[in-house]
C-alpha cells in the first residue's frame, strides 16, 4: 500500500464511471405496479448515463427475479 498514486479528478471520473451525461434524467423511482409513479418500461427507455442515477426496482433491470 506504500505505492498509492493521487488521481486527478478527470482520471477518477473514468475509473468510477462518471462519464458525463448530457441528458436530462428524469427522477424516479422505477418499478412494476401502481406503487411506483414510473413503470420499467419508461426505466428501459432511458439512456445508459441516466440508467445508473436513477432509483429502480431490481425487477426492471435486465437479470432481476423472474
Known amino acids: ?3 498509492l498514486k493521487k488521481l486527478n479528478r478527470e482520471k477518477l471520473k ?3 464511471g462518471g462519464a458525463v451525461c448530457n441528458e436530462n434524467c ?3 423511482p422505477y418499478g412494476p405496479g ?3 409513479p414510473r413503470s420499467c418500461e419508461a426505466y428501459n427507455a432511458l439512456p445508459k448515463c441516466c440508467q445508473s ?3 429502480v426496482h431490481m425487477d426492471c433491470v435486465d437479470g432481476g427475479l423472474s
Do not use: H, R
Request: glycine share 6%; aromatic share 6%.
Open 14 to 16: 473514468s475509473v468510477n
Open 1 to 3: 500500500m506504500k505505492n
Open 26 to 28: 428524469p427522477p424516479g
Open 53 to 55: 442515477k436513477v432509483l
Open 34 to 36: 401502481p406503487d411506483f
